[in-house]
C-alpha cells in the first residue's frame, strides 16, 4: 500500500504498517501517537551532518542515540537495564520514525552544537532535580 499523503492515513492505517512491532504491548500504542503527533525530533547540524535525536515525552524531551541503543528516560534505566522490557517506547517510536521517515527534522549550525548540547544535559539534569 502506498500512501500519498501521510497527514491522512488514520492512526489504525499507520499502526497496521508497524505491526511487526505490536509484541511491545505498551510501547506500541505510544509509540505510535508520538510518531504521528511529529514528536520523534532529528537535529542536524550542518556543515558537519551530526545528527541528535529526540523524543518528546510526557517528561519532555528524551535523549535517544539508537545506535547503542539508549534513552535518557526512567523506563530505559529501571525497566530496559533493568531486564523487565526489551525497550522504552522512545526507541520504539524512533524506529517507526525511521521506517516510516517520519522525523521532525531540525536544522541547525555546527555553531549551535555546544548551545544545544548543554541545554538538553541541563533540561535533562534539571527534571531529575525537580522529581519529574
Same mark, same amino acid.
Given at each position: #500500500?502506498?500512501?500519498?499523503?501521510? +497527514? %491522512?492515513?488514520?492512526?489504525? @492505517?499507520?499502526?497496521? %504498517? ?8 505498551? /510501547? &506500541?500504542? %505510544?509509540?505510535?501517537?508520538?510518531? #504521528?503527533?511529529?514528536?520523534?525530533? #532529528? ?17 519532555? @524531551?528524551?535523549?535517544? =542515540?539508537?545506535?547503542?541503543? &539508549?534513552? +535518557?528516560?526512567?523506563?530505559?534505566? &529501571? ?6 522490557? /526489551? ?5 520504539? +517510536? ?6 516510516? =521517515? %517520519?522525523?521532525?527534522?531540525? +536544522?541547525?549550525?555546527?555553531?549551535? &552544537? ?8 541541563? =533540561?535533562?539534569?534539571?527534571?531529575? =532535580?525537580?522529581?519529574?
Amino acid at each position: #500500500m502506498i500512501i500519498l499523503d501521510p +497527514s %491522512r492515513e488514520t492512526k489504525e @492505517e499507520f499502526a497496521s %504498517r508497524f505491526a511487526h512491532y505490536s509484541k511491545f504491548l505498551g /510501547q &506500541f500504542n %505510544r509509540a505510535i501517537d508520538t510518531v #504521528m503527533n511529529g514528536c520523534v525530533k #532529528m537535529h542536524v547540524f550542518s556543515p558537519s551532518g551530526r545528527v541528535i535525536y529526540t523524543v518528546v515525552g510526557r517528561s519532555g @524531551e528524551e535523549f535517544i =542515540d539508537p545506535l547503542k541503543p &539508549f534513552c +535518557s528516560c526512567k523506563n530505559f534505566f &529501571f525497566g530496559v537495564l533493568g531486564g523487565r522490557n /526489551q525497550t522504552c517506547y522512545h526507541l520504539l +517510536s524512533y524506529e517507526v520514525a525511521k521506517e516510516s =521517515d %517520519r522525523f521532525d527534522k531540525i +536544522s541547525l549550525h555546527d555553531e549551535e &552544537f555546544e548551545s544545544f548540547t548543554k541545554f538538553l544535559v541541563h =533540561d535533562l539534569t534539571d527534571r531529575e =532535580d525537580r522529581g519529574v
